[in-house]
């Protein structure tokens, strides 16, 4: 399992980045995807999932309405599209297969940082 993620960069409040995570080494359309973040500091916290054929999708509270997880399973490719970033969202972004352990599970990607701040 090989997970990359990219997109990151710096941002001023209020500005948009798409984060995009290529996925290999194992069946992509049959997983449900993961995108996490971890700030300094803090734990990492699940931001955003979605099912395998894209159909049912969640958001933590803090990121309802502002940020967008999609697939494209013909790319083996998860994205967060984020807008109306605010400098709490600053961290590192990282994507994740939903592989149970006895499938041999899924290991983290590098991640991609993420800064808001003017």
């Known amino acids: 399992v090989q997970l990359v993620e990219s997109g990151g960069g710096l941002v001023q409040p209020g500005g948009s980045l798409r984060l995009s995570c290529v996925a290999s080494?194992?069946?992509?359309?049959?997983?449900?995807m993961r995108w996490y973040r971890q700030a300094p500091g803090k734990e990492r916290e699940l931001v955003a999932d979605?099912?395998?054929?894209?159909?049912?999708?969640n958001y933590a509270d803090s990121v309802k309405g502002r940020f967008t997880i999609s697939r494209d399973n013909a790319k083996d490719t998860v994205y967060l599209q984020m807008n109306s970033l605010k400098p709490d969202d600053t961290a590192v972004y990282y994507c994740?297969?939903?592989?149970?352990?006895?499938?041999?599970?899924?290991?983290w990607g590098q991640g991609t940082q993420v800064t808001v701040s003017s």
């Open positions: 979605i099912t395998s054929d894209g159909r049912a999708i």
């Open positions: 080494g194992f069946i992509f359309r049959h997983y449900v």
């Open positions: 994740k297969a939903n592989i149970p352990a006895y499938l041999g599970g899924s290991s």
